[in-house]
């Protein structure tokens, strides 16, 4: 037989205490959410009477599937906004040399030391004065572009080599064009890391949609979920319900551009 | 008509007290359908130049003009050029067809007429079996190759090249040196071409403009050049091996290539000859030449003999120098 490598014996000892830390709570969730509200708190992960009465409620008796369509809405409007704009800030910060670029830039990566919760009060003013409260609008503008975005797709355009924006203008093409058509294309590995992370940012975004919104028709699914738990009994086996359904599209969209980041990171390690 | 026109020239990076002057009051004509190379050391401003004529870097001062046109505050798209960079610059999302026909299709072109020129430039590149691959899945010269359609298609007044050759290894070097002499003949057009290779400029150019600091040091054809340079600069960066340096008493400086060196058993018959000897350190055989380099009063000496030298290292030698044949050159370097 074989023999194994004591070194990786260890690697795998870890990677299997890491994965099981991670999926616990996962598996708890799905598990739970065929419980009914009396075994709730009893860790057997296979119920006795496994049931699906609480997807039936959740899609038949609550707005589950309107906080689902808001939040499918919101997250994918923000992103496709933070994907257009940061990439067009980190581009002109990367390839155009203009005066007070660089204090633009410090500027812009300074926002990532302010945490949310001190910037959801000059977002409320804002919102509020604007007359936003309780709109679309008002759950999407303050993530529409992200400091970490900008600095992300800046240090992308750095390793895009400025010849093919000339070639490109030697082509005769507009800026714009050579945005879109040239330096995108070369960016997507990028693009997919930040798709990802601003979607599930916004996706499962908490505080500012239950501070902007007050009609129960804008709900997102966090917000939603949080009337199941009330002042003095929580309806675990809903919120779980609720949850395990939201974890689908996350995973949807993992799996779809997952391998756009994996094969960026094989691009990279070639030089062209 | 697409004579390129260089007048006064001038370009500066940087502002103020840092400013750095790379190209200095600079005047040169490119002729129509004329293949003019420069070449210089790295640094010496070639590429900025080519790149100031393509539109794609400011100039600080001076015109330049294309055809009859003066082309200073028009975009590249506007200039009817056609640029072949180093690293080639293909679009590596793009099939190979995608990036030749890439500037017709900005350009609106009637997509079968798009069609036809493609084909065309895939017949004479020998392409027609790549078309549909990525960059990424091309050697070295095929790259080479579908860069210099993606500028044929165009069919522009001037073809820049931009060092199109240094990313390639020494033998397709060659093959691909010969095919732009032929794609020039074929086509006739101007173009401008940058190498720091002068081997390349050599093969290649109908004149050769030798740049150093941002200056002219000499314009003219490659003979011309090889026998006849204007100081030590041009002397020594034309021709391989180098030309021969020895430092006389006077400050002068005596020039004499290694071929015009000989053995003196094997002298020709010579109207002006100087003899001296030295004694050889290092033998190189090539095959059809020899190169030895002496060693003369504390200065090395290279000399090229034809076929194989049986003179042994360390073994004191006459040597016979053409004397019609020698260059002097000034404290100041330029030729006396």
Redesign the interface.
């Known amino acids: 037989m074989k023999q194994i490598a004591p070194k990786k014996i260890v690697i795998w000892t870890l990677l299997f205490i890491g994965a099981v830390i991670m999926m616990t709570p996962i598996i708890f969730m799905f598990s739970a959410s065929f419980k009914f509200n009396d075994e709730i708190y009893e860790l057997a992960l296979i119920s006795s009477e496994p049931t699906l009465s609480n997807y039936i409620y959740l899609f038949g008796n609550t707005e589950f599937l309107m906080w689902f369509t808001n939040s499918i809405f919101v997250a994918l409007l923000t992103t496709l906004c933070v994907l257009f704009f940061d990439s067009l800030v980190g581009y002109t910060l990367c390839k155009f040399r203009f005066r007070g670029r660089k204090i633009i830039f410090i500027a812009i990566l300074s926002t990532l030391m302010i945490p949310t919760e001190m910037l959801v009060i000059p977002w409320y003013i804002l919102a509020r004065d604007l007359g936003l409260l309780d709109s679309y609008i008002g759950l999407i503008f303050p993530g529409i572009m992200t400091g970490f975005g900008v600095f992300l797709m800046k240090q992308f355009f750095e390793s895009v080599p400025d010849d093919y924006l000339d070639a490109a203008r030697i082509d005769g093409i507009s800026e714009f064009e050579i945005f879109t058509k040239i330096a995108i294309p070369m960016v997507t590995p990028a693009l997919s890391a930040l798709a990802i992370f601003t979607f599930l940012g916004n996706w499962t975004a908490f505080l500012w949609p239950l501070i902007v919104t007050s009609s129960a028709e804008l709900y997102t699914i966090p917000v939603g979920l949080s009337s199941f738990s009330g002042e003095f009994q929580s309806e675990w086996e809903m919120i779980m319900t609720g949850a395990a359904v939201a974890s689908l599209p996350t995973l949807l969209i993992f799996l779809i551009l997952q391998r756009y980041i994996i094969r960026g990171v094989i691009l990279g390690g070639l030089k062209e | 008509m697409s004579k390129v026109s260089l007048s006064n020239i001038s370009k500066s990076f940087g502002q103020g007290k840092k400013s750095v002057e790379v190209i200095k009051n600079l005047d040169l004509e490119i002729a129509d359908k004329e293949l003019l190379v420069l070449v210089g050391p790295s640094g010496c401003g070639k590429s900025t130049l080519l790149?100031m004529v393509?539109?794609?870097e400011d100039i600080s001062g001076g015109d330049i003009s294309i055809g009859d046109r003066v082309v200073n505050n028009l975009?590249?798209?506007e200039r009817n050029?056609?640029?072949v960079?180093?690293?080639y610059?293909l679009?590596?999302?793009m099939s190979v067809e995608k990036n030749i026909s890439?500037?017709l299709r900005?350009?609106k072109m009637d997509k079968a007429l798009i069609k036809e020129k493609v084909a065309a430039a895939a017949e004479i590149l020998e392409l027609e079996e790549l078309m549909d691959r990525k960059?990424?899945e091309l050697s070295g010269g095929q790259r080479q190759r579908v860069a210099m359609g993606?500028a044929m298609v165009r069919e522009p007044d001037v073809f820049l090249f931009d060092e199109p050759l240094s990313n390639l290894d020494a033998k397709l070097r060659a093959s691909m040196r010969l095919e732009i002499k032929r794609l020039h003949e074929r086509l006739k057009t101007t173009i401008i071409y940058v190498t720091h290779d002068q081997m390349e400029a050599m093969t290649l150019a109908d004149r050769i403009v030798i740049l150093k600091d941002g200056e002219i040091q000499q314009i003219g054809s490659p003979m011309e050049l090889y026998q006849n340079p204007a100081n030590q600069f041009v002397a020594g960066f034309i021709g391989s091996p180098e030309m021969n340096f020895l430092a006389g008493e006077d400050g002068k400086t005596m020039g004499i290539r290694p071929e015009d060196i000989y053995l003196a058993g094997s002298a020709p018959e010579l109207s002006e000859a100087k003899r001296m000897n030295a004694t050889l350190q290092v033998s190189e055989p090539l095959g059809a030449e020899t190169l030895l380099t002496f060693d003369f009063e504390g200065q090395g000496l290279t000399v090229k003999v034809p076929g194989v030298a049986t003179v042994e290292a360390g073994a004191e030698v006459e040597l016979v120098i053409d004397g019609g044949k020698v260059c002097f050159f000034g404290m100041d370097g330029e030729r006396c």
């Open positions: 790149r393509a539109g794609l975009e590249p798209r050029i056609a640029f960079f180093q690293n610059a679009y590596p999302h890439f500037g900005a350009a960059p990424a993606r």
